[in-house]
């Protein structure tokens, strides 16, 4: 195959967009679209999306992003071998297997909707939140695919019936969109997940990489509407008629977070942290499961291959990372994109004494407080908005250094690869990492170096890394070396007095602990 045309695409979709990206052979990217889709919130705390909109997205990204591709030379057409697809997890949806259609809004990772459902299993299983935590890793929290099931069985007719018919499947968007792809309702669409989505469900056992039937049998949620799991670099179907690309196979899929963990080439001891919509750190704990005495949760990495060995990690999910952005931007106006929060937050050398933090619908890793509200205090007279732009930008960094605070515990320092000089490295990406003032700030924080590769997209490059591996486009070796060549990247070192830095976390923990048990603040 040395002489052809190779190319691999990657679907990206994400929380608040999709994309998709076709890879040449040496996983340079050659041509992309993207489009954005409407996030609903029906009520406070509640996030949703529509399942036939990200549909369209993802079609009409695949036809712009070929039509790019060919306009510029590229025999995309005869040459693309195969895709992956890497998605949000956690979003939750539930669809007819006789009409195809959804049976509600996909429910959204962020969502919070089931706190009470979480009050409820918490008083009545005799493990309380932590119930669940040694099969899948996970605790009891709004944020897992398994309570939105269970609200959605709770309050929506339809899903009911199509239960009880035996109708209803149960899918994250990964499965939505591969069932859709692979044909659907008309053409024997797959029902099918991959290790990693599987393993954000709370329904998944960590150790034999099925569903847990006690798990099952304690939450009542029927077997036969799950997918059948899979690993994240295998050939699962090929694309239907009625698609930009049929007859392509689809032979990657991984969670957008583990994409990103194989896009930047993590191995054992490793760490990347995503900063989007939310941040998302993992830290590659080899073939082991680590469970965590320190907030946070055990979960996949990634298998790559129905034989391949399984690697785990151990992740600190942050709800909202760059979501804080937005809002600066589209609900008080302090911004009119979000390009300009760097210029504006470098305008004062700090944050005057303000501190903010965005627990807009609770806080997860590694506090999980579901009860906890956001906050913004040390605001005087002196305040303007540069100091609360700088504070949403170090709230970011401020839970980043949470986790890894928490997994530095957990790991162990045999846990965590070192550089010559005795430093970790942590890796970043995501749309938000361009910010360098961002990624100062991080270092700052940290006290360790933060490296950023020159392709901060590395969740489609890892979806595509997966694909290209089961049709013998890469290897193993290809993949990861691809770490240890990479050119280009950029290296952030810490500048921040050690002293400073010590009043500054004291600051912002005694700020996180003035956001809890906020939630039954009066809405009137």
Known sequence: MSGEELYIGSIDQGTTSTRFIIYDRSARAIASHQVEFT??????????????????????????????????????????????????????????????????????????????????????????????????????????????????????????????????????????????????????????????????????????????????????????????????????????????IPGVPISGCLGDQHAAMLGQACRKGEAKSTYGTGAFILLNTGEEVIHSEHGLLSTLAYKLGPDAPTNYALEGSIAIAGAAVQWLRDSLGIITSVSEIEDLASSVESTGGVYFVPAFNGLFAPWWRDDARGVCIGITRFTNKSHIARAVLESMCFQVKDVLDSMHKDAGEKGEVKNEKGEFLLRVDGGATVNNLLMQIQADLLGNPVVRPADIETTALGAAYAAGLAVGIWTEKDIFSSGERAENVTIFRPKLDEGVRKKKVDSWCKAVSRTFDLADLCLL
């Open 39 to 244: 996030q609903f919130y029906p009520e406070a705390g509640w996030v949703e999306h529509d399942p036939m909109e990200i549909l369209e997205s993802v079609k009409v990204c695949l036809a712009k992003a070929i039509d790019k591709a060919t306009a510029n030379g590229y025999n995309v057409d005869k040459g693309l071998k195969a895709i992956g697809l890497t998605n949000q997890r956690e979003t939750t949806l539930v669809w007819s297997k006789s009409t195809g259609c959804p049976l509600y809004n996909a429910i959204v990772w962020m969502d919070a909707r089931t706190s009470s459902i979480c009050r409820k299993l918490e008083q009545e299983l005799p493990g309380g939140r932590t119930h669940f935590v040694e099969t899948c890793g996970l605790p009891i929290s709004t944020y897992f695919s398994a309570l939105k099931v269970l609200w959605l069985k709770e309050n929506v007719n339809a899903v009911k019936e199509a239960l009880q018919k035996g109708d209803a499947l149960f899918g994250t968007v990964d499965t939505w969109l591969i069932w859709n792809l692979t044909g659907g309702v008309d053409g024997g669409g797959l029902h099918v997940t991959d290790v990693s989505n599987a393993s954000r469900t709370m329904l998944m056992n960590l150790k034999t990489l099925d569903w847990d039937q006690p798990t099952l049998d304690t939450l009542g949620i029927p077997a036969e509407s799950l997918p059948k799991i899979i690993s994240n670099s295998e050939v699962i179907g090929k694309i239907a008629k009625g698609w930009p």
